[in-house]
């Protein structure tokens, strides 16, 4: 059975593995040999699924028979032959296969319905003498799995009829699930299966070669510098004050000190081996937070203690050391689904390889006799492959076929991997192609597994002679390996050297081959120029292009991604060509690192190339203490050449890119950097008490960062621009940037008649906060939504609160008090107008004593009294007036 791959038919694969398994339960009756030969009948079974269904959707229909042919073993043994009728709702009918089943007697196939309205849809089986063929390796006729049932016939049958309604509507698919906004981990959930564009594992070595592309990434990759944690490595940085400047060593000169070939990522998990003295094994850490998960031991005193070679040798990892890793995706009958391994080619014994889970680090098997030579190609199902092409056959070293293969087919018959633990297998027998071919020279320039193979040699063009080029190129469609289909000669460039071979780093170096964008490719570091040919025709394309900064001397590196040709190293600038027509499509300069570097540019090391992303890193070859400042990571974006960020690091010689980070050491300090997107807390208060309706309120809250390292967890969220000096700010010791902004957050409220208000967006401070006045337009109970929709350096978050707008209360009227009697008051005396009296003889009297008045006191606490009841009758009828306004 051939498992399809397409998502649309997923739901096929699951249904026939719910056949598969349900028929292998169903063993064969133990019968022995018989005359005459039975006749045994079948009964046949046909499934449409889904039914209903729309028009023009594809459909699976499912077939299968009561018996599984006795005599299969795997690929080998018979196979029922069926049909299908689908009769058409005006009775047309139309006869589909004939399909062989699979070794459980069962297959399927998949229909689109064009016509509404119901269909009839019936399975045939025919009928079958049983013959035993093929017969398997190492078997005959009476040896063979069902040898009883040769010559037996199996009787035709033809199921039930199933009818199908097909409908104007279509059937919807499952909802998929949004790719995500806020902060997520592995595992992933089966359920988000479009998720799969985002994810991605580092697994090594040929594994991130995609087509033409190296140092390739799969899934997403950061587009800021944001740090999500760091964790020491080894002793680094400055040492003390009797040191000055200088730096504890990096492990750079010459030696491979810190052996960061072996940088692995798999299942957001982070691999690296321990070879900083004493070399002891390896680091398990989990990419989302840098913590330890294991730590692995080897075993055994460190080897190459002494001498090798030109160098001395510090030691290394005496067995296990971690070279790459695998995920198998092992599909059968029986099995579905990935493995994940990781690898080590330094086993106990030479050419012995180790193979480890990859969740858990132990040990499982080896592999011994290893057919390493060749070109290292992952194929499509994970293997790890070894191409070779030597005295006229070509072959493919396969890992998985080593494991998998038995002699005696005792348990691989059924089609399942079971890898014995703590054995070790025999490399020999890892051969999954082994076939001659026409004589061709030269060496492998490009594989695709499944349809062909490049190969070639250069030539030669100088002042000694032209000798033509000529690249062919050969099947490896499955059934057709080996065979030719083409050869193509060509002229290769002149030399600028008369006689290379005795002129340093003269000739012209190539082909590289592009099948993907059909070129293939020359240079010449003495003249620093390129030249592109024509991969149909042989003939050039294009060049000499313009000579490339002198520095380009030492290595004209490029990668080749998108349609452009990359080049880059110690001339500090990054050229991006058309690659089908030479022309510069755009350029990027490095910059000068004034008198901290002797070079006229940083130097450009390739770290990874990702989701339209180009990563490049500075390092020297063999770099002095103290390191010379100015040395980065940068993020260019590969269609225009933009800078979308840049950061202090001065890297080690591999990148690890996954699930949308990027893993590196940094020799400034000796610790892993882990950079991408982290996780972000929004808050957002209103006023506890309620407010006053046509007053004014101020929300306010914080935007943080949540990242789990200690340095950066609680700190502001701060713009994606700002955010290089603001990492350095946190993890390095650097200055701490006084015009860093903040990041943008969105305030919405729900009033209390369930309306959407937008009250705007705030944008927060260096500190992280934010802050915005709002008057609210109604009275009532307020629902406040704060939302950080996030960046390229934070995920999103949100946060709500709540308050109250009360009617706000109106002037009173007054009040008018009841006339009432007035209290007595004491009349003062007059003094009246003067008159002339007439002249009297006064006569003498006494003045009668009088006694102090109290009618003024009186008066002022009936006065009191009084007021007090107005008052009091103001605010019983200002309450009631209220009470009646809600």
């Known amino acids: 059975m051939q498992i399809l791959k397409n998502k649309t038919k997923i739901s096929a694969i699951t249904f026939v593995l719910v056949l598969t398994f349900s028929a292998i339960l169903a063993a064969l009756p133990n019968v022995t040999a018989h005359e005459p030969a039975w006749e045994i009948p079948t009964w046949t079974y046909v499934s449409v699924s889904p039914n209903p269904i729309g028009v023009g959707q594809e459909a699976l229909i499912a077939f299968w028979i009561n018996a599984i042919p006795p005599t299969a073993e795997g690929a080998t043994g018979d196979r029922w032959t069926f049909w299908v009728d689908v009769t058409k709702p005006d009775g047309t009918k139309q006869t589909l296969g004939p399909f062989k089943s699979d070794p459980v007697g069962g297959s399927y196939t998949l229909y689109t319905f064009t016509d509404v309205g119901t269909h009839t849809v019936t399975a045939r089986m025919d009928e079958h003498k049983v013959t035993g063929l093929p017969l398997p390796k190492d078997k005959n006729i009476n040896t063979i799995r069902g040898a009883a049932y040769v010559n037996d016939t199996y009787l035709g049958s033809t199921s039930d009829p199933v009818s199908v309604t097909v409908q104007q509507e279509p059937i919807q698919p499952y909802q998929e699930t949004p790719l995500p906004t806020q902060f997520w981990t592995r595992p992933i959930s089966g359920i988000n299966r479009n998720w799969a564009e985002i994810a991605g594992n580092w697994l090594g070595g040929a594994a991130q070669t995609n087509g033409p592309t190296t140092n390739y990434g799969y899934g997403a990759a950061p587009e800021s510098a944001h740090i999500m944690w760091t964790t020491p490595y080894?002793?680094?940085?400055?040492?003390?004050?009797?040191?000055?400047?200088?730096?504890?060593?990096?492990?750079?000169?010459?030696?491979?000190?810190?052996?960061?070939?072996?940088?692995?990522?798999?299942?957001?998990?982070?691999?690296?081996?321990?070879?900083?003295?004493?070399?002891?094994?390896?680091?398990?850490?989990?990419?989302?937070?840098?913590?330890?998960?294991?730590?692995?031991?080897?075993?055994?005193?460190a080897t190459d203690v002494t001498s090798t070679g030109n160098f001395d040798q510090s030691g290394g990892l005496p067995v296990g050391k971690l070279s790459f890793a695998q995920i198998y995706d092992y599909e059968s009958p029986n099995q579905h689904g990935g493995l994940p391994y990781l690898w080590s080619v330094d086993g106990p014994t030479p050419n012995t390889w180790m193979m480890f889970d990859g969740f858990s680090g132990n040990y499982i098997c080896s592999i011994a006799n290893v057919s390493s030579s060749g070109t290292a190609v992952y194929g499509k199902d994970g293997s790890i492959l070894r191409y070779r092409i030597n005295n006229g056959r070509l072959t493919v070293w396969n890992t998985s076929r080593a494991i998998w293969y038995e002699p005696s087919w005792s348990s691989n018959e059924y089609w399942m991997w079971r890898p014995d633990y703590n054995t070790t297998y025999d490399g020999n027998n890892g051969f999954s192609l082994n076939v001659s071919v026409p004589d061709v020279q030269g060496s492998i320039r490009e594989i695709r597994e499944g349809e062909f193979m490049i190969g070639g040699v250069s030539g030669q063009n100088d002042d000694r002679g032209v000798e033509q080029g000529h690249l062919w190129c050969l099947s490896l469609k499955p059934g057709e390996e080996g065979t030719l289909l083409w050869n193509i000669t060509f002229t290769p460039p002149k030399s600028t050297a008369s006689d290379p071979s005795i002129v340093n780093a003269g000739g012209i170096s190539g082909p590289t081959v592009d099948s993907y964008d059909g070129v293939f490719l020359f240079e010449e570091r003495l003249t620093r120029q390129r030249w592109g040919y024509s991969l149909e025709t042989g003939q050039k394309l294009w060049g000499p292009t313009e000579p490339e900064d002198q520095w380009m001397f030492y290595g004209m590196n490029d990668v080749i991604y998108q349609g452009k040709l990359f080049s880059f190293y110690y001339g500090g600038m990054l050229t991006a060509y058309d690659i089908k027509t030479g022309d510069i499509v755009w350029k990027y300069s490095a910059g000068t690192l004034g008198f901290e570097t002797p070079y006229s540019g940083a130097e450009l090391d390739l770290g990874g190339v990702a989701d339209g992303k180009l990563y490049f890193y500075s390092t020297e070859h063999s770099a002095t203490t103290p390191l010379w400042r100015g040395q980065y990571i940068r993020c260019i974006n590969a269609s225009d050449g933009e800078e979308l960020w840049k950061i202090h690091n001065w890297a080690g010689r591999n990148f690890a890119v996954s699930d949308g980070y990027i893993v590196t050491l940094n020799h400034y300090d000796m610790q892993l950097y882990c950079y991408g997107k982290g996780p972000s807390a929004t808050t957002v208060t209103g006023p506890d008490t309620v407010i006053p309706l046509g007053t004014s309120v101020m929300i306010k809250g914080t935007v943080t960062d949540q990242t789990p390292s200690s340095e950066a967890k609680g700190t502001p969220a701060i713009a994606d621009e700002y955010q290089p000096a603001w990492m350095e700010y946190l993890y390095m010791q650097r200055p701490r940037p006084t015009d860093a902004k903040g990041v943008t957050v969105k305030l919405t409220a729900i009033d209390p008649n369930g309306n959407y208000q937008d009250i705007g967006e705030a944008v927060t401070d260096i500190d992280g906060n934010f802050g915005k006045m709002w008057q609210p337009p109604v009275p009532g109970e307020y629902h406040i939504t704060a939302t950080f929709e996030g960046s390229e350096s934070y995920w999103s978050s949100h946060a709500t609160t709540y308050f109250g707008v009360a009617e706000a209360p109106s002037a009173a009227t007054p009040i008018e008090p009841e006339p009432t009697t007035p209290a007595p008051t004491t009349t003062e005396p007059t003094t009246p107008e003067p008159t002339t009296p007439e002249p009297t003889t006064p006569e003498p009297t006494e003045p009668e004593p009088t006694e102090p008045a109290e009618a003024p006191f009186i008066t002022t606490e009936i006065a009191i009294l009084a007021v007090v009841a107005v008052a009091c009758v103001i605010g019983v009828v200002s309450f009631w007036k209220l009470r009646k306004r809600k």
């Open 234 to 301: 080894w002793a680094g940085g400055l040492m003390d004050s009797r040191f000055g400047d200088l730096a504890y060593y990096t492990g750079m000169s010459y030696e491979d000190f810190h052996d960061f070939s072996s940088l692995l990522i798999l299942n957001g998990k982070v691999y690296y081996n321990i070879v900083n003295q004493p070399r002891a094994g390896w680091n398990c850490l989990n990419l989302y937070t840098g913590e330890i998960e294991y730590f692995h031991n080897t075993t055994g005193p």
